[in-house]
């Protein structure tokens, strides 16, 4: 599309080239703005035209007809993006899994989902949408499954990226492969970029290597290039440990939302609880009792006792021959074996980071 020396120029000379081209006058921070974007459009009308079309070609037809260029360069290459990316379409359904009464579903369907989907009231009283988003909690307490819930129920892209991936050149090509995929996600509409184990990639610098310290500051200068666009995308970024994050990214500016996501409340597991058994062959049921046997049991400490619950009936009726249906009892035998993830210590925490960190 186009050579280094052509794409990286200094401020000035975007807008004395524009000047030279286009033949109108920019300001240098708005003419680097624009400056990749008139070459995406020249390489995007090369395409369409099937041979290459020149700079002042593509700079005047840029500038005569900017949103719309941006937007059909942006609706050209989003589904490249899209599948180069592994993005996934989420259930709506599994908003629906999360209990009322857990706080972190309040907060985000008022401060996120309400202002992406009620456009009209959100501009006329000012609300401006999040773009940027932490949540933090013990692990296993559902921060992953929030983060789905709002693509589903949004109904928009949903992309995972995890260290490892972007660790698969080497420790050295890490912060690279950051600004490519960042460079990438700013292309994206209706996307929501979700970034787990956050710590590992934005720790504090106080007591980092040379190479961490160079990540984190490559993600200081790529989230506000985030928000900065003017398209539809969230950015949310999970983390067991805020306390290991780095400073910086924790001030406002940078992250719009710091939510705190904690254990299940009684409600909460009797959620989870309905929807897991509905899955199984089951017979006669105490809900309250299992409610109550699963005090500090984390959502994924649910999962697994469902697990457990599954593989013993299946292991019985083939070994009876008879049809087995689960029962309170077969709750009671699988508890018996298993610890809840969340002990005092955990959540005295969790509490504190709450009260220290929380931003909504």
Known sequence: ??????????????????LELSGLKFAPDVAAELWPKILQHKWLMSEKLGRDVGLRTACIDFVENIDQAHKEFVAYKQPDILAEMGAQTVSKEIWDTIS????????????????????????????????????????GTGKTHFVRAIAGVLSW????????????????????????????????????????????????????????KSITNEFLKQVPLLKSQGNKILLVCATNYI?????ALLRPGRFDCIIPVGGLDDEGRKTILIQYLSKLNTGDIDLNQIIALTDR?????????????????????????QDYKVATETFVKVIAQLHPSLTNEIIEEFQQDSVTYSRS
Request: net charge negative; proline share 7%.
């Open 1 to 18: 599309m186009n050579n280094n020396k052509t794409n990286i120029l200094s401020p000035e000379a975007c807008a004395i080239k524009m």
């Open 100 to 139: 009322d009464s857990q706080p972190p579903k309040q907060v985000v369907e008022h401060r996120i989902i309400l202002p992406l989907t009620e456009e009209k009231l959100a501009r006329k009283h000012g609300v401006v949408p999040p773009k940027t988003i932490i949540f933090f909690g013990p692990p």
């Open 157 to 212: 892209w949903y992309i995972e990226i995890a260290p490892s991936m972007l660790m698969a050149d080497g420790a050295d090509k890490l912060g690279s492969n950051l600004r490519n995929v960042m460079e990438k996600a700013r292309q994206l509409e209706e996307t929501v970029i979700f970034i787990d184990e956050f710590e590992e990639i934005a720790a504090s610098r106080d007591t980092a290597t040379r190479i961490d």
């Open 243 to 247: 306390r290991h994050l780095d400073a």
């Open 297 to 321: 049991f984390t959502p994924a400490d649910i999962e697994y006792m469902f697990q457990k619950v599954a593989q013993l009936a299946f292991e019985l009726e083939y070994t009876t021959k």
